[in-house]
C-alpha cells in the first residue's frame, strides 16, 4: 500500500466518522424512531447509511444505551437489562385488559384483518372500548380495504407498536414462523391442517387420558383421523 | 400435559391470566360450580379452558366428551337461573347439534360437511385461540418501551424538513366526527328494551348458526332448549321464524318441513363450494 | 504482578464497566440533568462516582454527544459543532383544537360542503379562524361553489391530507358501521342516523357545483387582483 492509498483510507475514515457522530446526535436528540430516509439526508452525500448504522449498531452494542432498529427506522434505548434501576422514574403505565391484550396479538399475527376475522379468531363480539382503546394507544391503525363484497377495514399494528414491543419488524413476533407453518394464522381451516396422529396402541394412552368419556372413542373414529365408513 | 407449549422459551414467562389487569381468576381455577361467565371471554374461550382440563393436547381432544361438558355446564348456569349471554347459548346448541352428528352414523344421502369435518374444524379454532393467547402472554412478557427499556428523557427538536406543521392522527379525526355526530343525534337515541328477542336478535343468531352448521338442520328447537324462561322461548320461535323468512326472500336461507307441526329445517340458500350435486 | 492482583484487576474494571452503562443509561433516560448525589446512590457502592464520571466524559468526549457538567448535575449535550441538526426557537408541530378536528372531519366526510352545511351538521357556528387554520394547515381546500342563491363556496380536503392520514382514497374513511365495529359510534343510533359515503374521486366536480374561477379567488381575497395593462 502506498502513501496516497493510506491517505484515502484516512479520508474515508474521517468521513465516515464524522457521519456516524451525526447519525448520533439525531439519534440521541429524538425520543421517537427517526427513519432511515431522514437520517440519509443528513449525512454527507459519499456515506452510506447501512455502513455508518452497522457501525453504530456495534459501538453501543455493549452500553448502557443501545441502537435498535423499528422497522425502517432507528432508535436509541436503554439497555433492557438496565430497566430496574431507571424503572422507579417512569410513570406506571395502565395495563392492557386481557381482552385488549387478545386483540392486539390477533391484529398482529394476523394483520391485515377485519374485525370479523379477529371476532372468528376469539369466537366472541369485540366488546366496545377494546378497538377504539387500541387505535387511541397508537399501536394499531386502520390499514385500509379488504377487496371483497362490503370492502371491510382492515387493523394492522403501527411502528409505535413495534417500538413499544422492541420489534425491528413483524417477523420479530415471537412464535411467527412456527405459527404460521402450522397453519394457525389462517382465516379458515387450511386443507392440509396438521392434526397430528395419535398412538394407534391405546396402551400408549396417558393414565388422564382415559377418563376422558365414557363413550368409546374408537367407535365413534375421533382417535384416529381415518376417513368414517359408511 | 400440553404438548404444544414447548417453543423454547429463555425466560419462564409470567402466565397472562397474572398480567392482566381485569384478571378474574374465579372460573379459570375454580370448580365449575362457581360459575362466573363474566370471566369467560366467550363460549369459546369457555370451551378452551374445558378442552384444558381434559389435560391432553387439543388435537386429541374427544369432541364429544367436550360437547356434554360444555352443555352441562350450560344447564348448571341455567339451573341457577343466571343470565347467560346469546352467544352461549348459540354455542350450546351448536354443540348439540354437532354431538348429534357425531354420534349417529354418517347417512348415505347426507350432504354437507360431515360431524368429523365440523369437529376438526372446531379444534383448529381451539388451537388458533389457544396460540393467540400464547402469543399475547408472550408479546406482554417482552422488554417493553416505557416499562424495561426507555427512550430520551429531554429529546430535543431536530432541524428536519417538515411541511406539515399541525399534528393529527388519523384515530383523532375519526374520534372527533364520530363525538360530534353522536352529540347531535343523542336526543334521538332510544335503548331497546331486552327480555323479548327481537327480530334483529334472531337473525343475527341464525345467519351465525346456519352458516355454521352448513346443511339441513333444526337450528330454532336447538337454540330454544337452551333458554330457561318458556316466554323467552316462544319469543325465540317466533322471532326466528319471521327472521328466517325474511333470510329466504334475501335468499341467504331454505327451509323444509316435513308435516304439520314438525321441526323446521334450515340451510344456507347460496349454494357453496362443498355443496355440490344438490338433491331436489 | 500476580494471578490474583490481575483477577482483582479485571473484576474491578468489569464493576466500573457496569457503572458506566448505568450512569450512561441513566443520564441518557432523564429528563433533566442529574445530580452527582442521585447518580452514586444509583451506582454500586464500591465504585467512586468521579471515576466513573471521569470516563463517562473521556468516552464521549469525540462523539456526536458529549457529556457536560451543570453545576453539580451530569446531562448529555449534542456536541456543539452538531448544532446545526437541531432546531432552536423553531416552532413546535402544533396539535390541531378539538373544534378544528370536528371541521376537517365534517368536511372530509360531507364533502363538498358549504361552511352553512358544516354548521348544520355539527350543529355550532364555525368561527373563520377555524377555516382559515384548517386551508393553512394544506389539508382542506376550496374547491368550487354550490349553484345555490349565494353561489356558497364548497370545501373539500386535499391530497395532502390523504397522505397524512394515511389513506390511499377518500372513500377509505371508514363508515357507519365500521365506525361502531371500532368503538366510535354507538352501537344504538338513531334509525335515521347516516353518515355519508365521500366521493370516489375527490377531484370531480358534483353536479351542482361550479368551478371556482379567478375572479372567485379575487373576490375571496385569495389572488391579488390582476392589474388591467393599459
Known amino acids: ?230 | 400435559m400440553n404438548s404444544t407449549r414447548n417453543e423454547g422459551e429463555t425466560a419462564q414467562p409470567v402466565p397472562a391470566e397474572e398480567l392482566w389487569a381485569d384478571a378474574k381468576t374465579q372460573g379459570l381455577s375454580e370448580p365449575e360450580l362457581v360459575v362466573d361467565v363474566a370471566g369467560f371471554e366467550g363460549p369459546l374461550d369457555l370451551l378452551l379452558h374445558l378442552a384444558r382440563n381434559q389435560k391432553v393436547d387439543l388435537s386429541q381432544i374427544s369432541v364429544v366428551a367436550l360437547a356434554e361438558q360444555y352443555i352441562g355446564f350450560i344447564d348448571q348456569v341455567r339451573a341457577m337461573r343466571l343470565e347467560l349471554a346469546a352467544d352461549y347459548l348459540v354455542m350450546a346448541a351448536w354443540l348439540a347439534f354437532l354431538k348429534s352428528k357425531l354420534l349417529i352414523p354418517k347417512q348415505r344421502d347426507e350432504e354437507g360437511e360431515s360431524g368429523e369435518e365440523l369437529a376438526a374444524v372446531l379444534q383448529f379454532r381451539l388451537k388458533r385461540l389457544e396460540a393467540m393467547r400464547e402469543a399475547a402472554a408472550r408479546l406482554v412478557n417482552r422488554d417493553r418501551l416505557g416499562r424495561d427499556v426507555f427512550a430520551r428523557g429531554a429529546p430535543e427538536a431536530l432541524e428536519m424538513d417538515r411541511s406539515v406543521t399541525f399534528e393529527a392522527s388519523l384515530y383523532d379525526l375519526l374520534a372527533a366526527y364520530a363525538v360530534q355526530r353522536q352529540r347531535q343525534a343523542v336526543s334521538n337515541v332510544q335503548i331497546a328494551a331486552r327480555g323479548v328477542w327481537s327480530l334483529q336478535d334472531a337473525r343475527d343468531l341464525l345467519v351465525r348458526m346456519v352458516g355454521r352448521s352448513g346443511q339441513w338442520s333444526a337450528l330454532d328447537r336447538f337454540l330454544a332448549q337452551y333458554l330457561t324462561e318458556p316466554a323467552q322461548r316462544r319469543s325465540l320461535l317466533a322471532s326466528s321464524f319471521a327472521a328466517s323468512l325474511e333470510l329466504i326472500r334475501e335468499g341467504k336461507l331454505e327451509v323444509r318441513q316435513d308435516g304439520a307441526f314438525e321441526p323446521i329445517y334450515m340451510r344456507p340458500g347460496q349454494p357453496r363450494p362443498r355443496l355440490v350435486g344438490d338433491v331436489n
Open chain 1, 1 to 230: 500500500m502506498n502513501q496516497a492509498n493510506i491517505d484515502n483510507d484516512l479520508f474515508a475514515e474521517q468521513r465516515i466518522g464524522q457521519a456516524i457522530r451525526i447519525a448520533e446526535a439525531i439519534l440521541f436528540a429524538s425520543a421517537e424512531p427517526v427513519t432511515g430516509k431522514m437520517l440519509a439526508e443528513r449525512l454527507p452525500d459519499d456515506v452510506a447509511l447501512d455502513a455508518v448504522m452497522e457501525r453504530l449498531v456495534a459501538a453501543y452494542a455493549n452500553r448502557g444505551v443501545n441502537v435498535v432498529r423499528v422497522d425502517d427506522a432507528w432508535a436509541l434505548r436503554t439497555a433492557p437489562d438496565l430497566g430496574f434501576l431507571l424503572r422507579r422514574d417512569a410513570p406506571q403505565q395502565k395495563k392492557l385488559s386481557r381482552a385488549a391484550l387478545e386483540v392486539l396479538s390477533t391484529i398482529a399475527y394476523h394483520q391485515p384483518v377485519t374485525r370479523a376475522e379477529i371476532e372468528d379468531v376469539r369466537g366472541v363480539e369485540t366488546s366496545k372500548g377494546t378497538l377504539d382503546l387500541l387505535l387511541e394507544s397508537g399501536w394499531v391503525r386502520m390499514r385500509g380495504r379488504r377487496r371483497t363484497p362490503g370492502r371491510p377495514v382492515t387493523y394492522g399494528t403501527t411502528q409505535g407498536f413495534l417500538d413499544h414491543f422492541g420489534l425491528a419488524e413483524l417477523r420479530d413476533l415471537p412464535g411467527m414462523e412456527e405459527l404460521k407453518g402450522a397453519g394457525l394464522l389462517s382465516p379458515r381451516m387450511p386443507s392440509n391442517f396438521a392434526v397430528p396422529v395419535p398412538p394407534v396402541d391405546g396402551d400408549l394412552l396417558g393414565p388422564d387420558e382415559d377418563e376422558l368419556t365414557d363413550i368409546d372413542l374408537e367407535e365413534l373414529g375421533l382417535l384416529t383421523p381415518r376417513v368414517t365408513e359408511d
